[in-house]
């Protein structure tokens, strides 16, 4: 994970073979998939045909250790259900589903036998060992006559099984070709997002 959203979790880290749900803001899925790929693990995408494969070079992924399913037919649970067996990052979009606990169960224990990491998304799954929730904050980079953005803040909670919820404001920011992720200090003052 990136240090900043690392820091909210029990372990520092996601734990292999555990099921985590991902909600709002999709910075954090490239993130996510960044810190697997950059540190010589691999990652599937299952059912995301939107996701930001730009953003997540940009924050360090290796594409070369993607596997990217955009289409994955009529049942994207049984395709996450073999991936799970060799692939250490398995990000699966439910596209709005909800999944029946027996056919949870038996994905789940297959992660945690083989170590992998199922990411769902857009759905509901029934069990899952962490909730990560990232909602924008504001942008950086714009002021009242104009801009660019370059940056946005984030406020993400996590919630994990046994553990009181984290929450934190980050800055995920464009840098040098690169994008940084940084924990916002109290004299960090975004522009916030009229409502």
Not at 30 to 54: D, Q
Not at 163 to 175: N, S
Request: aromatic share 2%; net charge positive.
């Amino acid at each position: 994970m990136p240090a900043p959203i690392a820091q909210l979790l029990p372990h520092r880290g996601l734990v292999r073979g555990s099921v985590v749900q991902l909600s709002g803001a999709t910075a954090i899925h490239a993130g996510l998939v960044a810190s697997v790929t950059e540190s010589g693990g691999w990652a599937a995408l299952i059912g995301t045909p939107r996701f930001g494969l730009l953003a997540a070079t940009e924050m360090g992924a290796n594409l070369k250790r993607c596997a990217v399913v955009p289409d994955p037919g009529p049942d994207p649970i049984a395709v996450a259900a073999v991936l799970v067996d060799g692939i250490d990052l398995v990000v699966l979009s439910l596209a709005g589903a909800d999944v029946p606990p027996s056919r949870a169960r038996a994905i789940t224990a297959r992660a945690r036998r083989t170590g992998a990491i199922l990411v769902v998304t857009d759905g509901r799954w029934p069990t899952v060992d962490l909730h990560l929730d990232a909602r924008v904050a504001g942008y950086r980079g714009l002021s009242a006559v104009g801009g660019r953005i370059t940056g946005v803040d984030l406020t993400v909670e996590a919630r994990a099984r046994g553990h009181q919820p984290c929450r934190a404001d980050v800055a995920v920011t464009g840098r040098a070709g690169g994008v940084t992720w940084v924990a916002i200090q109290d004299d960090s003052v975004p522009l916030k997002v009229a409502r």
